[in-house]
């Protein structure tokens, strides 16, 4: 019976705080003694109050929780470990342990949670072709890019892009349909431009830095057409539009892959 209620206890205190509804953690609260305590980092939190306001809610981390691999708890004795690996999401460290104790009443007493395998980051000069992937597919997901450059007068100038794609190992492509309009004057002007894609869903962010150009040669013009989506491709079926070059300068990222950081010098 003991057993039992352990296992029932760590399972409704993982459910609370990988989902952080309130219910949940009411559920929880059964399992926690009254003098409970739990260690994340050096952070200590005491108490049943305050332990269970801190696995009810949406913390900042709770995305990652809900979304990860979770084992099966591990019961010995006083003693529970239960392991989770983040999955298709961004977590600053991949793998955690939850450490559970348990006093006399099979109640928990003591949970540390442990940090136990991070990703190094990647550094390259070229674009990963995982991240190629994310912006490939930026329309199609629902998160488009964000472009933003300067006007001549100096005001900012922002725009959503779906036809960004990734034209080469180290440059971005965007087929602009008026061959005038305001992007390409600015560009003109100035050539520092900035592109965002986020994907909250995922947690991925990759934010690439670099100078643009309107591309003038024909089978340049025709591959930055020919490989935007083809809902962008029906926006200017003549091709009066103009080729957008990003030649990217650097990029910082995070995805479920790690953190991401390219660097160039032009």
């Known amino acids: 019976m003991g057993l039992d209620e352990r296992v029932r ?21 059964r399992g926690l003694a009254d003098d409970v305590v739990l260690v994340v980092g050096e952070e200590e939190v005491a108490g049943k109050e305050l332990v269970q306001q ?9 995305p990652v929780y809900f979304r990860a691999t979770w084992s099966e708890p591990v019961v010995e004795d006083h003693q529970a470990t239960i392991e989770a690996t983040a999955a298709e999401v961004f977590a600053p460290v991949h ?24 990703i190094p980051p990647l550094v390259t000069d070229t674009i990963p072709d995982f991240v190629k992937t994310y912006v490939n597919n930026a329309l199609a997901n ?8 300067t006007n001549p007068d100096g005001s900012p100038n922002l725009t959503l892009r779906g036809a960004t794609q990734v034209f080469s190992p180290t440059q971005l492509s965007v087929w602009l ?16 431009m ?3 894609y986020r994907d909250s869903r995922t947690r991925t ?25 083809e809902v962008e491709q029906n926006h200017d079926p003549r091709r009066l539009g103009a080729a957008l070059i990003i030649d990217i300068e650097r990029m910082d990222g995070m995805s479920a892959r790690g953190v991401i950081q390219l660097r160039r010098t032009l």
């Open 54 to 62: 801190r696995i009810t809610g949406q913390w900042p981390m709770t």
């Open 142 to 149: 629902g998160t488009p890019m964000v472009i933003a450059c």
């Open 95 to 118: 793998k955690y342990q939850l450490a559970f104790t348990f006093d006399d009443e099979d109640r928990i007493a003591r949970v540390e949670q442990r940090s136990l395998e991070r």
């Open 205 to 229: 962010t990759l934010i690439f830095h670099g100078r643009g150009f309107i591309a003038s040669d024909d089978a340049m013009r025709n591959k930055v057409f020919e490989i935007a989506p």
């Open 194 to 196: 900035v592109a965002l």
């Open 9 to 29: 206890a760590v399972e409704n205190y993982v459910q609370a705080m990988r989902t952080g509804e309130g219910s949940a953690a009411r559920q929880a609260a």
């Open 177 to 192: 349909r008026h061959a005038e309009g305001d992007t390409v004057h600015a560009i003109r002007q100035n050539p520092q």
